[in-house]
């Protein structure tokens, strides 16, 4: 059984997700108008640099410290001291607007859904936009290689420690 703190944010969600199908549908419409018609297909290429693109964005704005200013303009923000060390708290506001926001920018499936609406749209609509698209995959690969790195790495050390530590019984 999964407990969780009681919020009083079904309101904000629904008001969200009525907002995204809007967004989403007025997209769809305006990209039908500007092309002519339905999008039919993609080349593989082009699907897999705007995934890529995706990955970057939600990367950048559920993580990166770059883009932590704007996550906490939704968040309750506040600096003590302890122990002669500033600490800053973040939390979402209790309730309202600004929580559901806060809630939305620490939510990759959130935000990987808005972002592969931007992509798309701007894909679609604004020729220019391929290489600002081209330029985010590059990094989203880029992101994804340093990942895989780092998880290879840490997997290296570990089974090095676990070997020591079995030697040491030994």
């Known amino acids: 059984m999964h407990h969780r703190p009681k919020e009083d944010q079904n309101f904000w969600n629904f008001i969200f997700s009525v907002f995204f199908v809007i ?3 007025a997209a769809v419409w305006e990209m039908r108008e500007l092309r002519g018609g339905f999008l039919v297909s993609v080349p593989p ?15 950048l704005v559920v993580y990166d410290k770059i883009a932590r200013w704007f996550r906490e303009l ?6 003590y001291e302890k122990d002669g060390v500033v600490w800053v708290e973040v939390r979402p506001y209790g309730s309202g607007f600004r929580h559901t926001i806060h809630d939305l920018l620490l939510c990759p499936w959130c935000i990987g859904i808005w972002a592969a609406l931007a992509v798309m749209f701007f894909y679609f609509v604004f020729p220019w936009a391929w290489s600002v698209l081209f330029f985010l995959a590059l990094a989203g690969a880029g992101s994804l290689l340093q990942v895989t790195g780092n998880a290879i790495g840490w997997k290296a050390e570990n089974l090095k420690l676990d070997a020591r530590t079995k030697e040491e019984q030994i």
Request: overall charge positive.
């Open 23 to 25: 967004v989403l549908a």
């Open 74 to 79: 939704f968040a309750d923000r506040r600096e």
């Open 45 to 59: 290429f082009d699907a897999f640099m705007m995934a890529f693109a995706t990955f970057r964005i939600t990367r």
